[in-house]
């Protein structure tokens, strides 16, 4: 050993005799593992959007997560800052607001100018990656930046549920959809007599019908259970005869099938697919109507009229939803009930409405 080396192995020892330390901890410490390194950004998204099986809520998230990765992609996990979450939160926002303003037609405003969905919606993405980074031991809850910020309060709601009359001027619009009108007025109808999600839509097969209940079967939507909804029976005739004359041969076949073109033989729709279809729907509708003219908003419409028909257990029962008080936790209506109501509503018989006793 040369006497630099001699000199600095003594200084060494001298400064762990002086932090209570031995070579016994040096050489322990040195036959442990490597640490796993921290992941960065983008590499701790991609381990998290899988996560996230259903459609929805991916789809949800996804922009969100693109944003992120696009701002702080190749930063380490535990680099980003909580005000540099928030401005980027903040842009988001900022971003919504600008496309919303575009996006007005003929002076009507499109009820969504705040920009504080695309913001919340992005937040919660945010919270999922860090959340999970969380779980996985990466970091600590102390050390989460995300867990400081708050979502942006949802201001009163600008949009309203369409009224009877707008309601027939959306089915006449649909007859006049320019690609496909047969779909679109199938899935008008469907979406406003069951009040299902876009996905929940999308996942009905042809063993979900059930012609003797007069019923369909939609599948779970953002991890509710399936849930079993009236419809008439000419609704059902449709459902069958646009899944069977577009390929549907099998109880596992999807009901909702785009037109054959050429050889290229039917497909299952998509979520664009539905959204070009609505797109083309509000050409043939006014501009005040059409601003309010949304698988969701024909949801809102529907659980709306249920709602006021029969109280908010019966409309809560048709959305699928949990009970949001204790009461009507106790008084969760009844398949019957839903039936009864959804009769009234739309001015048909239903068989399952016969199943109530009393109402």
């Known amino acids: ?20 330390l031995t070579l016994a901890d040096l050489e322990a410490v040195a036959q442990q593992e490597p640490a796993s390194p921290m ?33 702080f992609g190749d930063r380490r996990l535990d680099d980003v800052k909580t005000s540099d979450l928030r401005g980027l939160l903040n842009a988001i926002r900022e971003a919504a607001r600008r496309d919303d303003a575009y996006r007005a037609t003929d002076g009507v405003a499109t009820g969504r100018g ?59 619009a649909a007859s006049r959809e320019r690609v496909d009108p047969w779909l679109a007025s199938v899935i ?30 939609l599948p ?5 259970k399936v849930l079993e909804q009236p419809i ?12 069977t004359e577009r390929g549907a041969v099998d109880g596992a076949d ?21 959204e070009g279809t609505f797109e083309r729907i509000r050409e043939n509708l006014p501009a005040d109507v059409a601003v309010h003219v949304t698988p969701h908003w024909l949801r809102h419409t529907a659980n709306r009229r249920m709602e006021r028909v029969a109280g908010a257990a019966v409309a809560e029962r048709f959305l699928g939803h949990e009970p949001s008080t204790m009461n009507h936790l106790y008084a969760r209506a009844l398949p019957g009930e839903v039936a009864a109501a959804w009769s009234r509503v739309h001015g048909v018989d239903h068989p399952l409405a016969d199943e109530l006793d009393g109402w």
């Open 39 to 71: 992941p960065t950004v983008a590499e701790q998204v991609a381990v998290v959007e899988p996560l996230y099986t259903n459609r929805h809520t991916r789809s949800t998230y996804r922009p969100g997560w693109r944003r992120l990765v696009e701002a």
């Open 254 to 274: 999807h009901v909702f099938r785009q037109r054959r073109r050429g050889k290229t033989p039917p497909k299952p729709l998509t979520v664009r697919t539905v």
């Open 188 to 217: 008008v109808r469907f979406a406003y007599e069951t009040g299902a999600r876009t996905s929940g839509m999308l996942g009905v097969r042809l063993d979900n019908l059930d012609p003797v209940r007069q019923t369909v079967t």
């Open 220 to 224: 779970s939507e953002k991890g509710e």
């Open 232 to 243: 008439s029976a000419e609704l059902l005739e449709h459902l069958i005869a646009l899944a």
């Open 1 to 20: 050993m040369t006497g630099d080396r001699e000199n600095l192995a003594r200084t060494t020892l001298e400064m762990l005799h002086l932090q209570g």
């Open 114 to 172: 705040s920009g504080n969905g695309a913001m919340a919606n992005a937040l919660h993405a945010i919270r999922a990656v860090y959340r999970t980074a969380v779980e996985d031991g990466l970091i600590s809850e102390g050390e989460n930046p995300a867990a400081k910020l708050k979502a942006p309060r949802r201001g009163a709601p600008t949009r309203r549920p369409l009224t009877r009359q707008e309601y027939v001027a959306v089915v006449d």
